[in-house]
């Protein structure tokens, strides 16, 4: 089976395992990755990055020229792209720039222009209702008519595109997997020593972005009622509410307890994560925030709590979003925004801590089954096989 897969998240290599699994899942199987050939990804790094031809065999990534160097929706490839098409013959196109991605309106075209029959399947992240102006509702109009069938990162997306008229195959899974050598339990003493963490210290966990729609704040919340147990916070992250969270640890003397590490490596984060006698997502649904199309955020996955799963962690999460759907009853879940709920979760974990032990082992079994690049390649290939197979 010939795939060929297009985003600009496969600049990353490490993003690419999935990819390059699925590839070596059977004799056969090729996989040609577009990504532009430049794209400035904004934020921290603010530089253009300038993708590099790769051949593996069966998996190979092609820089493609592009228009638009940093918006997903207007990103489109330029004439080379025709070239790699009529060379590929590709039985399967798959665009993750979401529902209205222009580049995935271009490859329907081209799919059909030059009669290759492939199978055009799109991912998208989205999981807030929207409503669409003209031109931009005929755009999605238009992908939805010619999808074949449909990945979502989540339930709550297949049920906004099921609301939106879609009626063909919606498949949900992540689009990025948890590279199981990478996150895998592993004693850290060293990393403990230097952050101050003895071996019986009960470490809460948290990774990711210091704002207010984390939910750091309800955990703080929660913390702070619990003085008379033993615990340390490990904060992995950057954002606006360092300062706040700072302000709020001093005046509930809880300062001390709190192990701040301002944001390391991707490929560094198991190690902390490995330190913690549970990781929290504290996710909390917000209606503040305004895109061009919509209003709102809430959790679409929560990669860290596989990676946390992965090491053998036990996982507390809100019900936010995707949140629920990824923990199951493999891991705590509590109401958003109840910091007493979130409490008792606490309260079960440090006290209990053959429970723990459970949970982080059940979580781990999931991850395996489940949330591996591996895992997700097969879950992927499969989809494509249906869809090839039905006509």
């Not at 199309?293 to 036990?314: D, N, R, Y």
Request: hydrophobic residues 40%; contains cysteine.
């Amino acid at each position: 089976m010939k795939i060929l897969v297009a985003s600009h998240t496969y600049i990353v290599d490490l993003n690419c395992e999935k990819l390059r699994a699925l590839s070596q899942l059977e004799p056969g199987i090729e996989v040609t990755v577009v990504v532009p050939k430049s794209w400035k990804p904004g934020g921290v790094q603010n530089k253009i990055i300038e993708t590099q031809y790769r051949d593996e065999g069966a998996f190979k990534i092609v820089p493609v020229s592009n228009f638009s160097q940093n918006h997903q929706g207007l990103l489109t490839f330029g004439a080379d792209l025709i070239s790699l098409f009529q060379e590929f013959r590709p039985q399967v196109i798959q665009v993750e720039q979401g529902s209205r991605g222009l580049a995935y309106t271009q490859m329907i075209v081209l799919n059909q222009l030059l009669n290759l029959k492939a199978k055009n399947i799109f991912f998208t992240w989205w999981n807030l209702p929207y409503e669409l102006k003209l031109p931009i509702a005929l755009l999605e109009k238009y992908n939805l008519n010619h999808s074949h069938g449909i990945i979502s990162g989540n339930q709550d997306g297949a049920e906004i595109l099921r609301q939106r008229g879609y009626q063909g195959s919606i498949k949900v899974m992540p689009q990025l997997g948890v590279d199981e050598t990478l996150f895998t339990p592993k004693a850290q003493p060293e990393l403990a020593a230097k952050l101050g963490i003895k071996s019986d210290d009960f470490v809460v966990g948290f990774v990711g972005r210091f704002v207010q729609e984390k939910g750091l704040l309800t955990l703080l919340q929660a913390l702070v009622t619990l003085q008379d147990k033993s615990w340390k916070l490990l904060l992995l992250g950057r954002g606006p509410l360092q300062t706040e969270i700072i302000k709020i640890a001093t005046e509930n003397n809880i300062k001390e307890r709190l192990i701040l590490v301002e944001s390391v490596p991707h490929n560094e984060v198991a190690s902390y994560i490995n330190l913690m006698s549970t990781l929290v997502l504290p996710s909390e649904t917000t209606y503040n925030f305004k895109t061009l199309t919509s209003v709102g955020w809430k959790e679409q996955f929560g990669h860290v709590l596989i990676e946390a799963m992965a090491c053998q962690v036990p996982v507390i999460g809100s019900n936010s979003g995707e949140i629920p759907h990824v923990i199951g009853d493999d891991g705590l879940i509590f109401p958003e925004g109840d910091a007493k709920a979130l409490a008792d979760c606490l309260v079960q974990l440090i006290e209990k801590p053959d429970f723990a032990q459970t949970l982080g082992e059940r979580g781990y079994q999931k991850a395996m089954v489940k949330y591996t690049n591996k895992a997700l390649a097969k879950q992927q290939f499969e989809f494509y096989q249906e869809l090839v197979n039905s006509h």
